[in-house]
């Protein structure tokens, strides 16, 4: 393992030691926002915990600086917790263990937690720094982003004061992000009925692996391969050429992030042991073929398990008919920013077991006519197979304003400390812009960050050279943010 706070800057790489160390899952951050409470107060700073459990950091301007704006450095404490399979990780208590690879810090087999650590370690050095030069500073770490944004849609009216926020939460360095995407997830639901092992079955387990991954928002448009959707051709083709049923299905295991594994459990004829064996090869090498340069990793196996009872076959034909048709990637890109995804669907997990099936869709478009569209889409699909739907967590996009000041301001200060012209871009992804603008619409915002690769699944990494030049940037801005009025 590398020790992470021997990096340059120190005064940043300390404190995203601090986030490896203690686990951080979404909606079970208490112990690191607990930590961090304690650490700012023996600083001296201020600090609130508001209901949904936000913490928020106050420090004062440093000497001649009262006169400034006041600034919010804003990150969320969660992350989402993946990790290759065979790996024995327990994100509940387990640290994370990165390594420095050719200038990348890296979890090899599972998420690393850059996503959106290394934000929350720039806005705890920023509080720290004693030869900062800065106006009104607060640091805002919100809660439970990944599982849905709880923490910003929680957040209260007035309770921050800054006029200026700067979300350090996006993964390219040199450009800066002025809008994102909104969403709302789809959840299905529907039971079954289970009878017994058909006469003359024999059982087997199928499993799709070796897949890439990725985030559900800016990895959507690279057209990698998606375990669940991968696994239900595999079994719709298994039930209509060898009499295939099911008995078990499992894929994926965070909504925002592209399923890189699933598996099932079958039955078949005995008869057709040979064919299945055959259809299951060809399968790999089809998908080897159809993923080539994007997923060229991707297994397909078969191999004998036991099974005791199948799903009943009227319920298996609704339940997986549904699933199979149900979409997954980008519907549209964007008329008016261009390479930009405007609206997509992440089929992202699916758990078919004792009777009950579970899946959850996120839809996101940087439209809400585009979200609404998808969304009611789907629910109709899902409708017509008699499942019960629910949408939940949905959030606004972030309207881009290309006058923003604050814009300018970075603008002005990359090309005196970098030289040259910064991106300005819009995100698929979400980000928690959207939903503090909505409490906050006076606040002028901006989102950068370092170049981070793989986020929400095993082998992310983060450049470190890019977090000691987003270090550089951040502080320079804090020093140039002008006088209010």
């Known amino acids: 393992m590398t020790r992470i706070a021997d990096l340059a800057p120190q005064a940043v790489w300390s404190h995203f030691q601090t986030l490896c160390e203690i686990p951080r899952p979404s909606k079970h951050e208490g112990a690191l926002r607990d930590y961090l409470k304690g650490w700012a107060e023996l600083k001296g700073f201020e600090t609130s915990v508001d209901a949904t459990g936000n913490l928020l950091i106050r ?20 992350m989402v ?16 263990r990165p390594v420095l690879k050719d200038g990348w810090l890296v979890a090899e087999d599972t998420t690393l937690g850059a996503d959106n650590g290394i934000g929350v370690a720039l806005g705890l050095a ?17 809660v439970d982003e990944e599982a849905g944004m709880g923490g910003a849609l929680g957040l209260e009216s007035g309770w921050l004061q800054g006029e200026l926020l700067i979300n350090i939460d996006t993964e390219e360095w040199g450009d800066f992000y002025l809008g994102c995407a909104g969403g ?50 595999l ?30 459990r079958i039955s078949y004829p005995a008869a057709m042991h040979a064919a299945v064996e055959g259809r299951v090869a060809a399968y790999q090498a089809l998908l080897r073929d159809e993923l080539a340069g994007v997923d060229d990793g991707v297994t397909v196996s078969v191999a004998p398990a036991e099974v005791i009872d199948v799903m009943a076959q009227a319920d298996e034909k609704r339940v997986f008919a549904a ?60 409708t017509l197979a008699a499942y019960d739907i629910e949408r939940e967590g949905e959030y606004p996009g ?24 910064a991106g300005v871009k819009v995100i698929h992804a979400g980000l928690e812009c959207g939903l503090i603008g909505a409490r906050y619409p006076h606040m002028d915002m901006v989102s950068f960050g370092p170049d981070i690769r793989g986020a929400h699944a095993p082998g992310e990494r983060v450049n470190v050279e890019s977090v000691a030049h987003v270090w550089r940037l951040l502080q320079a801005v804090l020093a140039d943010v002008p006088a209010r009025g």
């Open 126 to 142: 920023a509080l720290e720094a004693d030869n900062l030069a800065h106006g009104p500073l607060e640091v805002l770490l919100t």
């Open 81 to 96: 917790c993946q990790a290759n399979a065979g790996t024995a990780h327990d994100f509940f208590k387990d640290p994370v």
């Open 235 to 264: 079994i719709r083709e298994l039930q209509a050429d060898c009499g295939a049923r099911v008995a078990y299905f499992r894929g994926g295991t965070a909504r925002n992030a592209l399923a890189r594994e699933a598996e099932a």
């Open 323 to 382: 699933l199979h048709a149900a979409p997954h990637g980008v519907k549209r890109m964007s008329r008016k920013v261009e390479g930009v995804v405007e609206t997509s669907n992440n089929l992202g997990v699916i758990v078919v077991e004792d009777g009950a099936v579970f899946a959850n869709l996120m839809v996101r478009s940087l439209l809400e006519s585009g979200t609404r569209m998808l969304a009611d889409e789907i629910v109709d699909l899902f």
């Open 184 to 233: 709302v997830d789809v959840n299905v639901r529907t039971g079954y009925a289970r009878e017994a092992l058909p006469a003359g079955h024999v059982g087997a387990s199928l499993a799709v692996r070796g897949l890439k991954g990725g985030h559900s928002g800016c990895d959507i448009h690279l057209e990698r391969g998606n375990a669940n959707k991968l696994m239900l051709r």
């Open 59 to 78: 420090k004062g301007a440093t000497s001649g600086m009262e006169g400034r704006k006041g600034v919010v450095l804003q990150g969320h404490l969660d």
């Open 398 to 421: 972030w309207a881009p304003n290309p006058g923003s000041a604050l814009l300018d301001l970075f603008q002005r200060v990359y090309a005196r400390e970098f030289g040259g012209e």
